[in-house]
């Protein structure tokens, strides 16, 4: 039966799409609209798998005459998919390694177990390993030790309160009868209280493992698929902006957001699932054995990792490289390696250029070193039977391994994003959406960013990020152009907000996989994920008048912004 719903409801959008076809006009600029509104409801209903969408624009775009078929299937290979691509191999070479695991365990080792310290453990290392790796990895990787852990302590608490309540048995036997027979004895009570507390304390930290994964895809331009829809939309409407967002430039602006945005949000889920009783919290009295077993547990699981290999090292030192190498490429306050190195202005090597070269070291670097390596007998000719020889150790990665992890739909879900900004250029959509958004420039620019972020906010609970940032971008361009405001003003908020997906199970990855452990219901999601939405905004929308402002000169309009990409005279 939901088979035939959802066959018929793609009959009927089908069917909506003829009608529009045969109404359209002949103008190019309502051609691309309907391309655009057409994917934007295949992707909102998900009436078709998400890249097979993105796709479209090889199709509608030629046969509408906006774009020639050549122009517009390189809008899918361009710089920021590689740029993707060697991000992606670096995070699949520290998960296939379990390296990600070995530096969540040794953090949370020096954090502690007390409640509001674990919490606030679990959310940095999450939100950390969130700007290199996928969020969705992440969280499936975290959540797991936090239920373990507290149900170490819970387990242990319980032990206490049976032993205290058996010597106290001992002293009064009367007690002890009371203690048998009555289904609300001391005993019941505790466990009831002790239950309460947990249940508590499991959504709490649930709820931020998930919320600092999405948080901390925010802070690196690697981080996750709507930071790098930005930068080529950048890079395919504004060609002239001077790599104006860079890994370095978008690290300068959203990692103090991150923190900001982490601390605030530690602060929220500890007043509504631990409250701020500070001796409790933070362990302010004596020890509690609970404490050590749950220690002990963390402890067990970072001994059976055993120590750092060989693999281990070569990954996390390539790994460390590739973020310098990001860094120094071309930093903004002084010249970079690729400056000085290859051409006065560092346009000839990117940031994607970098990330593909160290990520094919993967595959020559060994996973071992050769005098390590595996010996294995083979029969020799003329009577040499048994004769060892040496194997040469296989490499970090191999392409089964790429081939099995590596997201390819989302590359094609930034390729369609590129496509339909180079095509609304190409038609002239982008100049005609600007110029019936100039209205808005009798509202403050501040005002103005305030409402987008909300707009974008509440779109993104509905659809995946990827999609929100690749329709809203290219509108919000043009009407930064029309407007004569800066384009990163509107942009660069509006793209981390579609990140902040927090208050339902659906609306991102990390959410679902806590949910499905069954420990949150909806309501959680919604009361927690409403507060951490205007935080975020408000957040957000704080650092683009303070910092971002120093950085991007976000007061004045660009020269550069003067001239887009194809638009029509």
């Known amino acids: 039966m939901f088979v035939f719903m959802t066959k018929g409801y793609s009959y009927v959008l089908f069917l909506c799409v003829c009608v529009c076809v045969c109404v359209c006009v002949c103008v190019c600029e309502a051609k691309c609209g309907y391309a655009i509104i057409l994917m934007a409801l295949y992707w909102c209903t998900e009436c078709m798998p998400l890249a097979v969408t993105a796709l479209l624009p090889v199709v509608l775009f030629p046969m509408m005459g906006i774009m020639e078929s050549g122009a517009v299937c390189v809008q899918y290979l361009k710089d920021s998919n590689m740029l993707f691509i060697g991000g992606l191999l670096v995070a699949i070479a520290v998960e296939n390694w379990n390296l990600h695991k070995r530096i969540a365990l040794r953090v949370l080792l020096v954090v502690g177990v007390r409640p509001a310290l674990l919490m ?56 002890e009868l009371d203690t048998k027979r009555d289904a609300d004895s001391p005993l019941e009570r505790r466990r009831k209280e002790r239950e309460l507390k ?21 802070a690196t331009l690697t981080g996750t698929t709507p930071n790098l829809i930005l930068k080529g939309q950048m890079d395919e409407i504004f060609p002239g902006n001077g790599d104006v967002i860079n890994f370095a430039s978008w690290f300068g602006f959203a990692f103090p957001n991150m923190i900001i945005m982490l601390i605030l949000s530690w602060l929220w889920l500890q007043f509504m699932y631990m409250g701020f009783n500070m001796k409790k919290s933070f362990g302010c009295g004596k020890k509690n054995e609970g404490d050590k077993e749950a220690f002990a547990v963390m402890k067990e699981e970072y001994r059976k990792l055993g120590s750092m290999t060989f ?74 039977e048994g004769k060892k020889k040496q194997k040469a150790p296989a490499a970090l990665l191999n392409w089964h391994v790429v081939h099995e992890r590596m997201p390819w739909n989302i590359i094609l879900l930034l390729g369609g994003g590129f496509a339909l900004a180079s095509g609304s250029e190409a038609s002239g959509l982008s100049q005609w959406l600007g110029e019936s958004l100039a209205p808005l420039q009798s509202i403050p620019p501040f005002g103005i960013s305030l409402l987008l972020c909300l707009l974008v906010g509440t779109f993104t609970e509905c659809s995946s990020n990827t999609a929100t940032t690749t329709l809203f971008l290219p509108i919000l361009a043009s009407m930064a152009t029309a407007i004569r405001l800066h384009p990163l003003y509107v942009m660069l908020p509006c793209t981390i907000c579609a990140s902040l997906a927090f208050m339902l199970p659906v609306a991102t990855p990390p959410n679902a996989i806590v949910f499905s452990y069954g420990n949150l219901k909806v309501m959680d999601m919604v009361k927690a994920g409403f507060m951490l939405n205007m935080i975020g905004i408000l957040t957000i929308n704080m650092g683009i008048n303070t910092w971002g402002d120093a950085m991007f000169q976000l007061s004045t309009f660009p020269d550069w912004a003067n001239i887009t990409h194809g638009t029509k005279p």
């Open 120 to 175: 606030s453990g679990f959310m940095g290392v999450t939100a950390f390993l969130s700007m290199w790796i996928s969020n969705t990895a992440t969280t499936a990787m975290m959540v797991p030790i936090a239920q373990a852990v507290l149900g170490q302590l819970c387990a242990t608490e319980a032990g206490q309160d049976e032993r205290e309540l058996q010597v106290e048995g001992k002293d009064n036997q009367a007690f």
């Open 198 to 218: 947990y249940q508590l304390l499991t959504k709490g930290m649930s709820l931020s493992v998930c919320y600092s994964a999405s948080i901390g895809g925010t």
């Open 311 to 384: 693999a281990e090292g070569a990954v996390l030192t390539i790994f460390v490289l590739l973020v310098v190498m990001w860094f120094t490429r071309e930093p903004g306050f002084m010249p970079g390696w690729a400056t000085v190195l290859f051409n006065k202005d560092g346009a000839f090597v990117t940031d994607g250029t970098v990330a593909i070269f160290m990520s094919t070291l993967f595959f020559i670097i060994p996973s071992r070193p050769f005098c390590c390596g595996s010996a294995e007998e083979e029969e020799g000719e003329a009577g040499e």
